[in-house]
T-cell receptor, first 118, second 110 residues
């Protein structure tokens, strides 16, 4: 199967600090990873798409300098929330494209990271 | 992002009943239509997906019906169980990107 590990599962940080969230594909190589943000009782909003070895593509309205994405290898992408503020508190979810799905459209999601900025 | 409209927002079904969730999309270039199940505090998990070249796909108690001309697709959960209580998201897109619907919170009562 395809497994995506996301870490940490929850984090509390002080306003003004930075937080890094990791997304790893454990048993497959993911050339493309996606980062989503989900507010309570709402849908997943795509923040950015990252391809290994290249700059991430951000969706309209997402601050590139605030949400730094690095996809340095085929199994790891990181999202760093810089200078976090309470309004950045949310549930962040990554997904990776690839794995053993019979279809090339195999998106596998991580378990999410609950970020609380105090 | 292209819109994907999902209804209803919430749904209460008795155990053993049929749960039906509907979605509509706009972009005719979309060629991948998955459904995800999400429990509180967890990431979405793929339930079932369909491509536009078929009108129906069934996996166990879960069936997707797809109407290409109407640009609509739906999820049917047969013999709904309390363990099916979760939020369900439809999505539509392609190889590089999918757009999610707004979600349906399903509650299956005994």
């Amino acid at each position: 199967g395809a497994v995506v590990s996301q870490h940490p599962s929850w984090v509390i940080c002080k306003s003004g600090t930075s937080v890094k969230i990791e997304c790893r594909s454990l048993d497959f190589q993911a050339t493309t990873m996606f980062w989503y943000r989900q507010f309570p009782k709402q849908s997943l909003m795509l923040m950015a798409t990252s391809n290994e070895g290249s700059k991430a593509t951000y969706e309209q309205g997402v601050e590139k300098d605030k949400f730094l994405i690095n996809h340095a290898s085929l199994t790891l992408s990181t999202l760093t929330v810089t200078s976090a503020h309470p309004e950045d508190s949310s549930f962040y979810i990554c997904s990776a494209l690839g794995g053993s799905s019979p279809s090339k459209y195999g998106y596998t999601f991580g378990s999410g990271t609950r970020l609380t900025v105090v | 992002q292209q819109q994907v409209k999902q209804s209803p927002q919430s749904l209460i079904v008795q155990k053993g009943g049929i749960s039906i969730i509907n979605c509509a999309y706009e972009n005719t270039a979309f060629d991948y239509f998955p459904w995800y199940q999400q429990f509180p505090g967890k990431g979405p998990a793929l339930l079932i997906a369909i491509r536009p070249d078929v009108s129906e796909k069934k996996e166990g108690r879960f069936t997707i019906s797809f109407n290409k001309s109407a640009k609509q697709f739906s999820l049917h959960i047969m013999d709904s169980q309390p363990g099916d209580s979760a939020t369900y998201f439809c999505a539509a897109g392609g190889y590089q990107k999918v757009t999610f619907g707004t979600g349906t919170k399903l509650q299956v009562i005994p």
